[in-house]
Antibody
Framework: QVQLQESGPGLVKPSQTLSLTCTVS???????????WSWIRQPAGKGLEWIGR???????DYNPSLKSRVTISLDMSKNQFSLKVSSVTAADTAVYYC????????????WGQGTLVTVSS | DIQMTQSPSSLSASVGDRVTITCRAS??????VNWYQQRPGKAPKLLIY???SLQSGVPSRFSGSGSGTDFTLTISTLQPEDFATYSC?????????FGGGTKVEI
């Protein structure tokens, strides 16, 4: 059974870069077949926002609202994928989730437990 | 971007009630809708995909329907563990977008 776990600093200063890693266990990212890997975030008390996705082919899609500041990458040797958000502000404070998604329906399952990242000086 | 509007934003119900949550898309998305349940402090859990397909392991009291722009999630007989927030997600086009959520309260 595939499981995902986010890790990274819980506090980031304004204007700096937020960096998170998602470690996949119970299955190989490189042999994920009909799946891709995604990041989603949720500010406190608000709805979910899709950040972007990466395929094992290397193709990447970003949410245009964040595209200029976001980088998603894959490290198949470590069975991990990562997120970087540059020039962060308080508006980037949120719980960040990583998730696996199915090609054909873009359904997210499973999700990581989520990690709270606070942007504050 | 496709906007997903859920209604109501919250509702009060009792154990045993039938509950219906609606999600409206800003344009036709055929049947490209997924539904999630989120308990406080927890990650979302997939319930329904492609508008009406029940995710493996999800109780049959959950069902989804709709096409085009209007979709519904129905809980036939509300159980204590169903008190949570429910969100829809469109998968018709990127950026993938979610509804604002419907909180089901006692």
């Amino acid at each position: 059974q595939v499981q995902l776990q986010e890790s990274g600093p819980g506090l980031v200063k304004p204007s700096q870069t937020l960096s998170l890693t998602c470690t996949v266990s119970g299955g190989s990212i490189s042999r994920s077949g009909t799946y891709y890997w995604s990041w989603i975030r949720q500010p406190a008390g608000k709805g979910l926002e899709w950040i972007g996705r990466i395929y094992t082919s290397g193709n990447i899609d970003y949410n245009p609202s964040l595209k200029s500041r976001v980088t998603i990458s894959l490290d198949m040797s470590k069975n991990q994928f990562s997120l970087k958000v540059s020039s962060v502000t308080a508006a980037d404070t949120a719980v960040y989730y990583c998730a696996r998604a199915h090609f054909t329906s873009d359904r997210f399952d499973p999700w990581g437990q989520g990690t709270l990242v606070t942007v504050s000086s | 971007d496709i906007q997903m509007t859920q209604s109501p934003s919250s509702l009060s119900a009792s154990v045993g009630d039938r509950v219906t949550i609606t999600c409206r898309a800003s344009q036709s998305i055929i049947n490209y809708v997924n539904w999630y349940q989120q308990r406080p402090g927890k990650a979302p859990k997939l319930l329904i995909y492609s508008a009406s397909s029940l995710q493996s392991g999800v109780p049959s009291r959950f069902s989804g329907s709709g096409s085009g722009t209007d979709f519904t999630l129905t809980i036939s007989t509300l159980q204590p563990e169903d008190f949570a927030t429910y969100s829809c997600q469109q998968s018709y086009s990127t950026p993938l977008t979610f509804g604002g959520g419907t909180k089901v309260e006692i």
